[in-house]
């Protein structure tokens, strides 16, 4: 099965930075399309960030211009470096595949707080 660990949230103020990581299991990172997903407060699951095999980045429009996906594929990790971090910001983030399906099996997430 599958195993995704995400990292780096906590707590910051408005405007701060955070880097989250994402170690992934078996080739996972380097063979799929990855994203990663926040699921606020109340709201449901969201896809912010996606990239593809080749490098090739896609933002939603809320952290376009504020975050950055990368990927390690030696290290089978996938990283969201987060800037000028929002209140709004606020949530559960989650890494997986972001094909056309939505996953089934998820990790354990990492929580980041912006405080305003």
């Known amino acids: 099965q599958v195993q995704l660990v995400e990292s780096g949230g906590g707590l910051v103020q408005a405007g701060g930075s955070l880097k989250l990581s994402c170690a992934a299991s078996?080739?996972?990172?380097?063979?799929?399309?990855m994203g990663w997903y926040r699921q606020a407060p109340g709201k449901q699951r969201e896809l912010v960030a996606t990239i593809s095999t080749r490098g090739v980045t896609t933002y939603a429009n809320s952290v376009r211009g504020r975050f950055s996906i990368s990927r390690d594929n030696a290290k089978n990790t996938l990283y969201l470096q987060m800037n000028s971090l929002k209140a709004e910001d606020t949530g559960v983030y989650y890494c997986?595949?972001?094909?056309?399906?939505?996953?089934?099996?998820w990790g354990q997430g990492t929580q980041v707080t912006v405080s305003s």
């Open positions: 078996g080739s996972i990172v380097s063979l799929n399309i």
């Open positions: 997986n595949t972001a094909g056309s399906n939505w996953p089934d099996y």
